[in-house]
């Protein structure tokens, strides 16, 4: 008690220098607050764009895929079909630690030009769109047409990706009705509501050259929730029609024996003899040749990924637990976190996370050295004082553990005050609605509106590392002041 006395008085006596030390905690801690409350409001909002709204915890590819990036792969990369998927999904899904999952086509697609001009791409995701909307709940949000219904065949095309097409194609498309002007390029508003596409040709973009044409309704035009500047390029269609784009075996084909004739046919070298009259984006394709793949693949549906959200683990220890089931079960699959799903925008978001961790931790260097300069400097300031309590009995240890105290007693008043403010000022921003489109700022920002965040455990988190800044602070002055002797006080004087 008698050392909380003396850190007290002391204290009251330089009240000037224990205002500026006391400042100095106060900044200290509100910005160490603060900057802890935008990683995770940052975190938690990745999780609410991406992993929430679009990849899941965990992507599971084919064993033959080799480029982890493969929803923003570079043009030409196919992503590889992932067979045997009902038992590759039955053992994710009997894992108690996985919440559930979802199989998703997903490659590049030309779009066809019609009147003899240059084709467009767009990134397509086969989806079942009930089953992908329970798994994303509002990830897409129409604002012109509706959502296709259960074995509707259609697209819904997002605004970036109708504004890629207009840019490379010239063309607009839309859904049959009313269109918002505000919803497709400002350069497009001058075509009249005559020359909007309502039906889109796509052609899968395949290694094998096994893909075909098909026209596509559009059903629906909107967005995606948040990094639509991003996502915004990837059009969602109907599973059997991405099937069909992309020229893998529909569920709803069958496979027949040609008869002698049709073999003939097939075997001739006359190409002429196998196109038939009609529009080909119209045909449909009533046999199709088996690979030896989808032999092995029995009747199971082809897809190209499965995404995996999971229940109270990390997506780096999800992926090896995964990877481990699916060698011990000879599965062909590999699973990777969405960091590198999502290539540079992985990576991006951590580097994003790494500069905010650093500028926290400089945060803490920088306040540790400030306060330890000014505890120091008033140590050898008082050094007349305390030499004449070494002179009274007052031994090196009782005056390290007053200048402790001291520290302790300031960073106590004035540091839970920084970190107590630090806490409101976190729980106001969001209220001031500070928004952006930048989708970099957006992944800072936690969404579209500026949401720092502070759980209980992150402000424990503060506290911790204000009585970090403390401890590290208080070992050069408490060196300082032990080592002033009862002479020190009197050559002072």
Not at 178 to 195: F, K, M, V
Request: proline share 4%; with cysteine; hydrophobic share 45%.
């Amino acid at each position: 008690m008698l050392v909380w006395r003396l850190a007290w008085r002391n204290l009251w006596r330089h009240r000037g220098r224990s205002l500026v030390v006391g400042g100095i905690l106060f900044l200290g801690a509100l910005l160490l607050t603060f900057g802890n409350g935008v990683v995770s409001g940052m975190e938690d909002g990745l999780r609410r764009q991406v992993v929430e709204s679009f990849t899941g915890d965990v992507v599971v590819a084919s064993d033959k895929q080799l480029d982890d990036n493969v929803f923003l792969s570079m043009m030409g990369k196919e992503v590889e079909p992932l067979y045997r998927i009902q038992a590759v999904r039955g053992a994710v899904d009997s894992l108690s630690w996985v919440k559930k999952s979802l199989p998703i086509g997903k490659n590049l697609a030309l779009a066809l030009h019609e009147n003899e001009g240059s084709p467009g791409y767009v990134f397509l995701l086969g989806v079942d769109f009930q089953d992908w909307q329970a798994f994303f709940p509002g990830a897409f949000q129409v604002k012109a047409g509706h959502l296709p219904k259960p074995g509707e065949a259609g697209l819904l095309m997002p605004t970036g990706a109708n504004e890629q097409l207009f840019q490379t194609m010239g063309q607009i498309y839309a859904p049959e009705g009313p269109l918002d002007s505000l919803l497709i390029p400002e350069e497009a508003r001058r075509l009249s509501l005559s020359e909007v596409r309502h039906d889109l040709v796509l052609m899968g973009y395949s290694n094998t050259m096994s893909a075909s044409d098909q026209r596509l309704k559009v059903l629906g035009l909107g967005k995606y929730r948040s990094l639509n500047t991003i996502w915004g390029h990837f059009a969602l269609c109907d599973i059997e029609s991405y099937r069909s784009v992309q020229g893998y075996h529909r569920n709803d084909e069958v496979v027949t024996d040609l008869s002698e004739s049709e073999a003939k046919v097939l075997e001739s070298e006359d190409l002429d003899a196998l196109l038939a009259d009609g529009d080909l984006a119209d045909q449909t394709v009533s046999t199709q040749a088996k690979t030896e793949n989808d032999v092995n693949a029995g009747v199971d549906p082809i897809w190209n990924l499965l995404l995996v959200k999971l229940a109270n683990t990390s997506p780096e220890e999800g992926v090896r637990r995964l990877d481990s089931v699916f060698q011990a079960r000879k599965l062909p699959a590999r699973a990777m976190t969405w960091h590198q799903a999502v290539g540079v925008i992985g990576s991006m978001a951590l580097l994003i996370r790494g500069a905010l961790l650093g500028f926290v931790g400089l945060l803490f260097v920088v306040a540790a050295i400030v306060i330890a300069n000014t505890l120091a400097m008033s140590a050898m300031e008082r050094a007349s004082e305390i030499g004449m309590m070494r002179a009274v009995g007052a031994t090196r240890t009782f005056i390290a553990r007053l200048m402790l105290s001291e520290t302790s007693v300031l960073a106590a008043v004035f540091g839970g005050a920084g970190v107590f403010l630090g806490v409101v000022v976190v729980g106001i921003i969001p209220y001031l609605g500070i928004s952006t489109t930048n989708d970099l700022l957006q992944m800072v920002y936690g969404g579209e509106i500026f949401h720092p965040l502070l759980r209980p455990l992150d402000i424990l988190l503060c506290l911790v590392e204000l009585g970090g800044v403390v401890c590290l602070a208080s070992l050069y002055p408490m060196k300082i002041a032990a080592s002033i002797t009862p002479l020190d006080a009197i050559a002072r004087d």
